[in-house]
């Protein structure tokens, strides 16, 4: 009998979406779900929301909510994770606001960065007390990561727990459909054979071709080299820091151009202010579009959770299809995020690498990929040595890790200097006290 602890169902639309594929998968028989979330309100209305969802697709589901993290993860199999401490107000609105007045711009800051290292730093003390609740109520339960920063959080428990423990995304799933979409070549992605390989939000395709075996490669770079010249007029405008880096290190990238633009010291630059322009890069996006959710939220509010006639597609989320595989002994392929321990040997071996897995009834095996192209490594090793220094200071509660892990940062070191960091990172841990352990 599965059981499906789900911690942040607060975060209704995407509880929807992966307890609602769980749902949509009669395979998985006699599936229990049991939601946890602080918000008592977002918690009932989730609940709601899900029995509703069941009974109009003909589904028994037991669903439970508590408020005690322990309880809803006593005898769960599977522990899907999708947290944000400390939300927009203040946690998200100060990532953003502080970095601003030393002139560090950002864009979505939940990956990388300033943004990304303190979300880290403030997320990882409670995924401490999930792993210290599992290893007591479920211990052999497998931790299915949604949250972000995704490499550090997946990372740290992979580093410093017992915890069996992937992390997911759907950057992977989305990237040839919308690459082929906007240059035009629609057509060919039912056919398209393709391998990516990397770390989350950077990680690389570094194979495509058609169903006869033909590298398309060679005509995806003529499209978007034409795009950039203002030769083409695709519906790309959005993607233009992702063509550049092809066009410029050879290989696309899964993640957006927007997330990409600040996980290199190359797009968002004070002193080329015009760079923003040229590759219509959203500065302060995330903070616009948390505001735009929560007043979205009000209005469907009613339409999801009171709403008996509630329906679901299946989404591109992984969770169900790996709950599918180790109850039915069903092998399916995924994309985790997992330790590295060889898998990608250019990448350090502690790293936490974004790699195809298999998964059947044993549980979540990762496959070996190889060296990646060296400057492709060469990227990745630029963000890994913030994740990695970030997850240090994270375990030691030392400023002068968190001030190395900062300093390190591809985009913070090439705005501010060392000074200018330090200074900075005293001011956010100052801001976000309360919500983050002390630091010495």
């Known amino acids: 009998m599965p059981r499906i602890a789900f911690m942040g169902a607060g ?34 209305d989730s609940k709601m929301m899900l029995e509703n969802l069941s009974a109009n697709v003909g589904r028994s589901i037991r669903i439970d909510a508590s408020l005690n993290r322990k309880e809803a993860l006593r005898g769960a199999k599977y522990v899907v994770n999708a947290i944000q401490v400390g939300g927009y107000d203040p946690c998200t609105i100060t990532d953003f ?66 915890i069996q423990t992937v992390g997911l995304c759907h950057s992977v799933q989305v990237c040839i459909p919308q690459l082929f979409k ?66 410029r290190f050879g290989y696309y990238i899964t993640e957006s151009s927007e997330h990409n633009a600040e996980y290199t010291p190359w797009f968002i630059k004070g002193k080329y202010p015009e760079l923003i322009e040229r590759y219509n890069i959203p500065l302060d996006e995330y903070p616009r579009r948390c505001v735009t959710q929560i007043e979205d939220w009000k209005k469907m509010r009613a339409e999801l959770v009171n709403n008996e006639k509630l329906t679901h597609e299946k989404s591109r989320e992984f969770a169900s299809f790996i709950i599918n595989a180790m109850e ?66 994270a375990k030691t509660k030392r400023k002068k890790d968190l001030y190395m892990a900062a300093m390190m940062d591809p985009h913070t070191a090439a705005e501010l200097s060392m000074d200018e960091i330090r200074r900075m990172c005293d001011e956010m841990l100052e801001a976000h006290r309360g919500w983050m352990p002390e630091y010495k």
């Open 97 to 162: 606001e502080i970095p601003k007045k030393y002139g560090l711009r950002q864009t979505i800051a939940d990956t990388l960065g300033i943004g990304g290292i303190f979300r880290a730093l403030r997320t990882i003390p409670v995924l401490e007390e999930f792993a210290a609740d599992m290893k007591e109520v479920c211990p052999e339960a497998l931790f299915i990561n949604y949250s972000n920063p995704m490499a550090m959080l997946t990372g740290y428990l992979q580093t410093f727990t017992d």
């Open 182 to 247: 906007a240059l035009d070549m629609e057509e060919l992605v039912p056919e398209t054979k393709w391998e990516i390989a990397g770390i989350n939000h950077q990680a690389w395709l570094l194979k495509v071709e058609d169903g006869k075996g033909r590298d398309l490669y060679p005509e995806i770079k003529r499209r978007a080299a034409k795009f950039l010249s203002g030769e083409a007029a695709y519906d790309a405008d959005w993607d233009r820091v992702r063509y550049e880096m092809m066009l």
């Open 11 to 44: 975060s209704t639309i995407f509880a929807k979406s992966v307890l609602g594929d769980c749902i949509l998968t009669p395979e998985i028989k006699d599936l229990e779900i049991s939601l946890h979330d602080i918000d008592p309100v977002r918690l009932e």
């Open 328 to 393: 039915n002994d069903i092998p399916y392929r995924i994309h985790g995020n997992v330790r590295n321990n060889g898998l990608i040997p250019n990448l350090p071996p502690n790293a936490c690498v974004e790699v195809p897995c298999l998964v059947d009834r044993a549980g979540i095996h990762p496959c070996y990929v190889g060296n990646l192209p060296e400057q492709c490594a060469a990227i990745n090793r630029t963000n890994i040595n913030v994740q990695l220094l970030t997850i240090r200071a």
